[in-house]
């Protein structure tokens, strides 16, 4: 397996547990919150494993799949924020 292939996979899990039936949430910001706080604490993490590798304490083949990691986290936020933005136009478009 690839190492594309394999962050494809984990993506799609964790994707499949973020879509599994949550407890309540008390509102949408809510869970808008939980992603912002895993998407932050993931890049923290992959922030980690980037600096052991440059001082030797993690191996090339860790390094390369936490940025590629990164690389989609910050695609899908990129995504998520494109789409809030638009959806924000299209209601200021709309006619009182």
Request: zero cysteines; aromatic letters at 6%; glycine letters at 6%.
């Amino acid at each position: 397996m690839d190492v594309k292939t394999s962050f494809v996979s984990q993506a799609y899990a964790n994707a499949k547990t973020a879509a599994a039936p949550q407890p309540k949430a008390d509102s949408a910001g809510d869970g808008f919150a939980r992603l912002a706080g895993n998407f932050m604490s993931s890049l923290q993490e992959h922030e980690n494993t980037a600096r052991a590798a440059m001082t030797g304490g993690a191996d090339p083949h860790a390094l390369v799949q936490a940025l590629a990691s990164s690389q989609l986290a910050v695609e899908t936020v990129a995504t998520v924020r494109d789409r809030v933005v638009e959806a924000y136009q299209e209601i200021l478009r709309m006619p009182v």
